[in-house]
């Protein structure tokens, strides 16, 4: 009995050894992936590799596309390097729009990376702002701007209190001639540029409201 009792016990301790080195194993495969994305990161955002050593961040460029392509197959759960890469497609293409030597063909492919990047960004964490912001800039920049309001007016009923979420939805309605909406924003936007010109709107709606009543 004691026998059989011991070699049960040496079974069991032979299982437990196994299971730690398959979790210590894939432990360490996860751990490479993370610091190997996370140094692809800091090369295009912050020029810093290792050796530690700095240069220019890499901007949007077809290095970029392939660092990002490379990053995200090793670990694609980065959704700051996804908002980082979506960020300099947007900025390029926004751009090309003065540029003669960038053609709609080209400014048409920024456009669509600026939305691949972003989309994965916030499939990752739809949460972060950055992430988020980048996403509606994209479809905007691609003119889906009515996905855009729809995409905002999400956001904006899941953090009501942020009064930047209010800023873009209005810049959003103005964008889709949704004027009377973009002036409803006015309660919730600091004083700006934005809210200037609004008010004006809102001054415009009043005086037609009341000559509609006095020709009543």
């Given amino acids: 009995m004691g026998k059989h009792a011991s070699r049960i016990d040496k079974l069991i301790r032979q299982v437990i050894i196994c299971l730690f080195l398959v979790v210590g194993i894939f432990g360490l495969v996860y751990s490479y992936k993370c610091i190997r994305s996370q140094s692809i990161y800091a090369k295009v955002k912050y020029g810093v590799t ?56 080209e400014f048409n492919l920024l456009a669509r990376k600026a939305l691949f990047y972003s989309k994965l960004a916030v499939d990752v964490n739809p949460y972060d702002e950055e992430s988020r912001f980048m996403y509606q800039e994209a479809l905007v920049l691609n003119g889906k701007i009515q996905e855009a309001v729809e995409y905002w007016e999400k956001i904006v009923d899941l953090e009501y209190w942020n009064s930047a979420n209010h800023v873009i939805m209005a810049e959003l309605y103005l964008k889709s001639n949704n004027i009377s909406l973009a ?34």
């Fill in 183 to 216: 002036v409803g924003e006015l309660p919730h936007l600091p004083n700006s540029e934005l809210k200037t010109k609004l008010l004006k709107y809102k001054k415009l709606f009043d005086r037609r409201a009341k000559s509609n009543n006095l020709n009543k």
């Fill in 50 to 105: 290792c050796p530690l050593f700095l240069k220019p961040s890499i901007t949007a460029s077809q290095e970029l596309w392939d660092l990002h392509d490379i990053a995200n197959t090793i670990y694609p759960h980065n959704y700051y390097l996804n908002s980082y890469v979506a960020r300099e497609a947007i900025e390029l293409a926004k751009a090309s729009t003065n540029n003669p030597d960038i053609s709609f063909e």
